[in-house]
C-alpha cells in the first residue's frame, strides 16, 4: 500500500476516534494519505466530486472506514450510495462501528461492505483493534482503478 497514491477516506463524526484511528493505522505502517470527513453527506459529495469537492482531483480511495452512525447521512446510506454506482462499487469498505446488533450486520453485508469491525470500548482493544486492520491493509490488494 505505501507505494501508491490512493489515499485512506475515514468518515467517523467522534474527533477522539479519528485521532485513534489514525495513530494506529500509521503505527502499523500504513502511509497513504488519510482523508478524514465528519458526516455522510459530506463523504458522499467528496466520492461523487458535488459541492465543495467538485473540483477535487484527489484519485478515488483506495479503501473507505466508514461509521455506521453519522450525521446528515448515516454509515448504510453512504453504503448503498456508494455500492450502487459504477464508479465506487469496487472500492473496499470496512464498517468502523460501536453498533454489534445482528440486524445492522446483516444491512451492511447486505449493502456490500466488505469487513463489518465493531469498535471495543476500551481504549488498548480499540488502538490493538486498529493497528491489526492497519497491518491487514498492507496486504490487500485492490483492482486497478
Not at 22 to 40: F, P, Q, S
Not at 82 to 111: A, F, G, N
Amino acid at each position: 500500500m505505501a507505494d501508491l497514491p490512493q489515499p485512506i477516506l475515514l468518515v467517523e463524526d467522534d474527533p477522539g476516534h479519528v485521532l485513534l484511528i489514525e495513530k494506529n493505522l500509521r503505527r502499523a505502517g500504513v502511509t497513504n494519505e488519510i482523508i478524514k470527513l465528519d458526516d455522510g453527506g459530506r463523504a458522499v459529495e467528496f466520492l461523487f466530486r458535488e459541492g465543495e469537492f467538485a473540483a477535487v482531483t484527489t484519485p478515488m480511495p483506495l479503501l473507505i472506514l466508514l461509521d455506521l452512525n453519522l450525521p446528515v447521512l448515516n454509515g448504510l446510506q453512504v453504503l448503498q450510495r456508494i455500492k450502487v454506482d459504477e464508479r465506487t462499487r469496487r472500492i473496499p469498505v470496512v464498517m468502523l462501528t460501536t453498533t454489534d446488533s445482528q440486524q445492522e450486520i446483516t444491512k451492511c453485508y447486505d449493502l456490500g461492505c466488505n469487513i463489518y469491525i465493531v469498535k471495543p470500548v476500551d481504549y488498548v482493544r480499540f488502538s490493538e483493534t486498529i493497528r491489526n486492520l492497519g497491518l491487514f491493509l498492507t496486504t490487500v490488494k485492490t483492482p486497478d482503478e
